[in-house]
């Protein structure tokens, strides 16, 4: 069987389906992704073939562009619309710029499935012009704004002769039911983190130590937001009975200055050993930091700030209590030494690190690709 995965260029976006293409790899099957601009990167470091749907572009591009050349819609869209149609403005327009080299990539390749992440219904539309069956691929707690994606697909469905696009297919869902309120229909899918390149500072790996908290704001809210709540919590590690180790990418911490004593530099570090090795992290509300702090079992304190899906995922880390979330406004030292003292937070962490332990893995979700494809 041959799976074409089509994501957006980017990490977050591209690194949760490189579990489920090694294991059909694993498992015979022929696999290619299809993305561009960073998305090259990340598929040679996970060494999984990639065809390019849009040379030159990368996401910032596509911000850079949309705004520019829809400056009005986006400042009405920002001034007074929801998270979710932001998104789905965005996305679905990205998708009509990338739909053409992406159908053209699925037209020479021939695959038998199709495998797309949420952000990138262009692969839907590729599906739908080969006659093949197609999944999509959550990316978290929030199911997204589909229908405005598929909105602003319009103009590529006329281009390839598609009367209508529906999302009414199978689709993975990588949330542990405990924090969505149940199963919501789709095929359950242990989120499995890649393992990175990096290796973890010797002292990272004391045992005689105190507690221990990470700090992360992605890759892309430093981008979007700049690095304010990393330089917010600089100023309150001095009042924190513990130590922080600053997970940032060289050009944003040389704009950090001075650490305290109780601030390490990381660097950029692989995320599930360094969790694995922290008490409790501080974030931007990004999905794949969430799972892979629910995945260690530690808690975590949610700085959202923005829109798209990291104020969903604050809302639910915060009633399922496995952590805290705060605007960065309201970000204080208490609420850091909480994450690390409340012995609450860090047994339902657990509790939900054990629940994602259970759901099946990607190659048990290969399995149903091939019942799909028959």
Same mark, same amino acid.
């Given at each position: 069987?041959?799976?074409? %995965?089509?994501?957006?260029?980017?990490?977050?976006? $591209? $690194?949760?389906?490189?579990?489920?293409?090694?294991?059909?790899?694993?498992?015979?099957?022929?696999?290619?992704? =299809?993305?561009?601009?960073?998305?090259?990167?990340?598929? !040679?470091?996970?060494?999984? @073939?990639?065809?390019?749907?849009?040379?030159?572009?990368?996401?910032?591009?596509?911000?850079?562009?949309?705004?520019?050349?829809?400056?009005?819609?986006?400042?009405?869209?920002? &001034?007074?619309?929801?998270?979710?149609?932001?998104?789905?403005?965005?996305? =679905?327009?990205?998708?009509?710029?990338?739909?053409? =080299?992406?159908?053209?990539?699925?037209?020479?390749?021939? @695959?038998?499935?199709?495998?797309?992440?949420?952000?990138?219904?262009?692969?839907?539309?590729?599906?739908?012009?080969?006659?093949?069956?197609?999944?999509?691929?959550?990316?978290?707690?929030?199911?997204?704004?589909?229908?405005?994606?598929?909105?602003?697909?319009?103009?590529?469905?006329?281009?390839?002769?598609?009367?209508?696009?529906?999302? #009414? =297919?199978?689709?993975?869902?990588?949330?542990?039911?405990?924090?969505?309120?149940?199963?919501? +229909?789709?095929?359950?899918?242990?989120?499995? %983190?890649?393992?990175?390149?990096?290796?973890?500072?010797?002292?990272?790996?004391? !045992?005689?130590?105190?507690?221990?908290?990470?700090?992360?704001?992605?890759?892309?809210?430093? /981008?979007?937001?700049?690095?304010?709540? &990393?330089?917010?919590?600089?100023?309150?590690?001095?009042?924190? #009975? &513990?130590? %922080?180790?600053?997970?940032? !990418?060289? /050009?944003?911490?040389?704009?950090?200055?001075?650490?305290?004593?109780?601030?390490? #530099?990381?660097?950029?570090?692989?995320?599930?050993?360094?969790?694995?090795?922290?008490?409790?992290?501080?974030?931007?509300?990004?999905? *794949?930091?969430? $799972?892979?702090?629910?995945?260690?079992?530690?808690?975590?304190?949610?700085?959202?700030? +923005?829109?798209?899906?990291?104020?969903?995922?604050?809302?639910?880390? &915060?009633?399922?209590?496995?952590?805290?979330?705060?605007?960065? #406004?309201?970000?204080?030292?208490?609420?850091?030494?909480?994450?690390?003292?409340? /012995?609450?937070?860090?047994?339902?962490?657990?509790?939900?690190?054990?629940?994602?332990?259970?759901? @099946?893995?990607?190659?048990?979700?290969?399995?149903?690709?091939?019942?799909?494809? *028959?």
């Amino acid at each position: 069987m041959r799976i074409l %995965f089509f994501s957006m260029p980017a990490v977050g976006h $591209f $690194f949760p389906l490189v579990p489920l293409a090694q294991a059909a790899r694993a498992t015979g099957h022929e696999v290619l992704m =299809g993305s561009c601009g960073e998305a090259a990167a990340l598929a !040679e470091a996970a060494a999984l @073939p990639m065809a390019d749907v849009a040379p030159g572009v990368t996401l910032k591009s596509l911000f850079t562009d949309f705004h520019r050349r829809y400056r009005e819609v986006n400042e009405r869209i920002i &001034a007074g619309a929801r998270s979710e149609d932001l998104e789905g403005v965005h996305f =679905g327009t990205f998708s009509d710029w990338l739909a053409d =080299g992406a159908i053209s990539v699925a037209e020479k390749w021939r @695959p038998d499935l199709v495998v797309y992440e949420r952000m990138a219904p262009f692969g839907l539309l590729a599906a739908k012009v080969l006659g093949v069956p197609a999944v999509r691929h959550d990316l978290g707690i929030s199911p997204g704004e589909r229908a405005g994606q598929l909105r602003h697909l319009a103009a590529a469905l006329q281009r390839h002769g598609v009367q209508e696009l529906i999302d #009414d =297919g199978p689709w993975l869902d990588i949330a542990p039911p405990s924090m969505t309120g149940g199963r919501r +229909g789709g095929w359950l899918m242990r989120p499995v %983190f890649p393992a990175g390149s990096g290796k973890l500072p010797s002292w990272l790996r004391l !045992e005689s130590r105190r507690a221990l908290i990470a700090v992360t704001l992605g890759t892309i809210v430093p /981008r979007m937001q700049g690095i304010g709540v &990393a330089q917010q919590i600089l100023a309150l590690a001095p009042e924190v #009975d &513990a130590d %922080f180790v600053l997970t940032l !990418e060289p /050009r944003d911490r040389q704009k950090l200055g001075a650490l305290p004593e109780n601030v390490r #530099d990381g660097g950029w570090l692989p995320m599930g050993p360094l969790l694995a090795a922290c008490t409790a992290v501080v974030h931007h509300g990004g999905s *794949g930091t969430m $799972f892979a702090a629910l995945d260690a079992g530690v808690p975590q304190l949610i700085v959202p700030g +923005g829109t798209s899906d990291r104020q969903v995922n604050a809302d639910a880390i &915060a009633a399922r209590g496995a952590g805290l979330a705060c605007a960065p #406004d309201v970000l204080d030292a208490s609420l850091l030494q909480r994450i690390v003292a409340d /012995r609450n937070l860090r047994t339902a962490a657990q509790e939900v690190s054990a629940e994602l332990s259970g759901m @099946p893995a990607p190659s048990e979700v290969v399995q149903r690709f091939e019942e799909l494809v *028959g």
